[in-house]
């Protein structure tokens, strides 16, 4: 027992030191910039407000996101995405998110990421912890994705987005 917390003191004071660097997942991927709106988002996982966070889980919002300019060197074929927003820095406002152009900084997923940026709602029925894939009608439209046409949502990619989308003009 004292050798265990002996080996983990002179871990601890190593790593602090400088002498061990802790592994760190790198960042193989580049960043995708595009401009457009969202479209909608998960009702149930939206946080207008940046949440509390008092466990090892990142809160996520699910959104549909129509790219109406992607930057040069991205994939112009895509203009529906779904998006994983990753709620690290801050949430996204109301107003924010019913702007009329937004400016995204996204990346492919992982392959050690396991989403299809869908997520999961609680299904109903007896059992509160049963989920399933989220639908369409889990989704509320934004005041400027009201008219659109969204393409079924299994055929549409799925991008991560870990910082807020800049506004690039107010709402509508």
Known sequence: MINMFSSAVIICLLVFSGKIVPCQVKKEQRSISGEGVVVAF???????????????????????????QWAERADKGQQYILVQFNLYERAVSDSE??????????????????????????????????????????????????ADKIPPLKSLPCFIADEPPVVVEGKN
Not at 43 to 64: D, F, L, M, N
Not at 100 to 122: A, I, K, N, Y
Not at 123 to 128: D, I, K, N, T, V
């Open 42 to 68: 998960q009702q149930k996982s939206r946080h207008s407000v940046t949440p509390a966070i008092g466990g090892i889980a990142t809160p996520a919002e699910y959104w549909i996101v129509r790219v109406d």
């Open 97 to 146: 998110i019913n702007s009329s152009r937004l400016r995204f900084s996204l990346r492919p997923r992982r392959t050690d990421e396991h989403t299809d940026c869908l997520g999961r709602v609680f299904a109903g029925g007896r059992r509160s912890s049963e989920t399933r894939p989220a639908k369409l009608s889990d989704y509320q439209r934004t005041k400027v994705g009201g």
